[in-house]
C-alpha cells in the first residue's frame, strides 16, 4: 500500500486506479484515474466518447435498441466518470450531439429502471466478479455486452497512429 499527501489529502493507494481519498469529515471510495487528459474526464474527451458511441450505436451494432443505453451507462459512469443520475446522464449524451440514426437516442423513460439494479453499482471492469440476482441476468448480459464494447472502442480512440 502506497500513501500520498495530496494539498491535505491523503491517498492510499491499494490497486492501480483504485483509491481511498482521506479528508478530515469525509472518505471517497472508488476508482480514481490519474493523467486526465487536456478537456477531458479520466483520459477521454467528449470527442473520443462521441466517437466511441457512434462506433457502438445503430442496426447491427451493440447497442441497437434504446434500452441498450443502460450498458453505456454503465460503461461510461465507471470508466469516464459520467453521471450517476440516469437523467443527468442522458442530458450529458444529448450535449454531445452525437448524430445518430432516427430512434437510437439515449431516453431516460428507457434505461432508468435498469440503471437502477443492484449491479450498476459495482465496477464492470473490476477485478471481482460482479453479483447478479437470478431475475437480472438476461439485463446483465447484454449490458456486460455493450460497456465491454463500448470501452474497447474508447481504447482505440486513445491509441496514437503515425
Known amino acids: 500500500m502506497e500513501n500520498e499527501n495530496l494539498n491535505g489529502f491523503v491517498v492510499h493507494i491499494y490497486s492501480p486506479g483504485n483509491q481511498i481519498i482521506q479528508t478530515q469529515t469525509n472518505n471517497y471510495y472508488g476508482t480514481v484515474y490519474q493523467g486526465k487528459s487536456e478537456g477531458g474526464q479520466n483520459g477521454f474527451t467528449d470527442e473520443q466518447v462521441s466517437k466511441a458511441l457512434q462506433a457502438c ?34 442530458d450529458k449524451i444529448d450535449r454531445l450531439h452525437l448524430g445518430l440514426p432516427e430512434n437510437y437516442d439515449c431516453s431516460y423513460n428507457n434505461i432508468r429502471r ?21 431475475m437480472d441476468k438476461g439485463v446483465y448480459s447484454w449490458c456486460r455486452e455493450v460497456a465491454l464494447k463500448l470501452a474497447e472502442e474508447l481504447g482505440k480512440t486513445s491509441l496514437k497512429i503515425g
Open 57 to 90: 450505436v445503430g442496426k447491427d451494432q451493440v447497442i441497437d435498441t434504446k434500452q441498450k443505453w443502460a450498458g453505456a451507462y454503465w460503461c461510461l459512469r465507471w470508466k469516464c466518470n459520467y453521471p450517476v443520475d440516469p437523467k443527468d446522464f442522458c
Open 114 to 134: 435498469f440503471c437502477k439494479l443492484s449491479f450498476m453499482d459495482c465496477d464492470p471492469f473490476g477485478k471481482s466478479e460482479v453479483k447478479v440476482s437470478n
